[in-house]
């Protein structure tokens, strides 16, 4: 069973924005969150992540611009991004860390270009 889905990426010009959206199967209401990204040619790397009691914290390439938030009464994370850069184009992957054992999503592409 899938645990993780991401949706809500897509294309967008510099400056705008886009919501993604990380829809769970199972209650991770206990467990810290995040949001990962891969450019091609890249490692994946840390965007964001949120603990079980709501404590953030964000790559410093993204700070003021994205904002991680969580809905567990929904088992749903988000990611607010404001002001995008042709830089942050990446596959957007979303992660639950129970400790012993991580859930990643498969993804979804958010592409920033004119």
């Known amino acids: 069973q899938t645990q993780l889905v991401e949706s809500g990426g897509g294309l967008v010009q510099p400056g705008g924005s886009l919501r993604l959206s990380c829809a769970a199967a199972s209650d991770f209401s206990s467990n810290d969150m995040g949001w990962y990204r891969q450019a091609p040619a890249k490692q994946r790397e840390l965007v964001a992540t949120i603990t079980s009691d709501g404590k953030t914290n964000y790559a410093d390439s993204v700070k003021g611009r994205f904002t991680i938030s969580r809905d567990n009464a929904k088992n749903t994370m988000y990611l607010q991004m404001n002001s995008l850069k042709p830089e942050d184009t990446a596959v957007y992957y979303c992660?639950?860390?129970?400790?012993?054992?991580?859930?990643w999503g498969q993804g979804t592409q958010v592409t920033v270009s004119s």
């Open positions: 992660n639950a860390d129970l400790g012993w054992f991580e859930y």
